[in-house]
C-alpha cells in the first residue's frame, strides 16, 4: 500500500485548501480512508474518514461543517476540502488505510495501519 498526499500549503484564516491523497496497493471496498492531523506536540487526531463502500463519511466534532471528505475509486483518489480554516487547523495531514478494527469508530486513530508521508497546513 502506498500513500501520497498533496495540496497542503500556508493560507489566511478562513481561507480553503483542499488535500488530494493517492492510494495504490492492496485497497479494498471494505477499508476506510482517512485525514489524521497531528500539530506539534499534541496527538493524532482522525478529522475526517470514509468507507470505501457507499462513501459513507464521519468527521471529527472539530471540524464538522467545515471540511468535506469525498472520494473517486476509479481513480484511487480521496480529497479533504478545508473551508474556513481557523489558526488551531495547523498540523500535519496525514492520509491514512484502516484495513480491519470491525465496528470500532473510524475516528480512532490507533486502527489505521497504513500512512503516507504527511503534508503541512498552515493557517494563520
Known amino acids: 500500500v502506498q500513500l501520497v498526499e498533496s495540496g497542503g500549503g500556508s493560507v489566511q484564516t478562513g481561507g480553503s485548501l483542499r488535500l488530494s491523497c493517492s492510494a495504490s496497493g492492496n485497497i479494498y471496498h471494505h477499508h476506510y480512508l482517512g485525514w489524521v492531523r497531528q500539530p506539534p506536540g499534541k496527538e493524532r487526531e482522525v478529522v475526517a474518514a470514509?468507507?470505501?463502500?457507499?462513501?459513507?463519511?464521519y468527521y471529527a466534532d472539530s471540524v464538522k461543517g467545515r471540511f468535506t471528505i469525498s472520494q473517486d475509486i476509479a481513480k484511487n483518489m480521496v480529497y479533504l476540502q478545508m473551508d474556513s480554516l481557523k489558526p488551531e487547523d495547523t498540523a500535519m495531514y496525514y492520509c491514512?488505510?484502516?484495513?480491519?478494527?470491525?465496528?470500532?469508530?473510524?475516528?480512532?486513530?490507533?486502527?489505521?495501519?497504513?500512512w503516507g508521508q504527511g503534508t503541512q497546513v498552515t493557517v494563520s
Open positions: 491514512a488505510l484502516r484495513t480491519g478494527g470491525g465496528s470500532s469508530s473510524p475516528l480512532m486513530s490507533s486502527l489505521y495501519d497504513y
Open positions: 470514509i468507507f470505501r463502500a457507499g462513501g459513507i463519511t
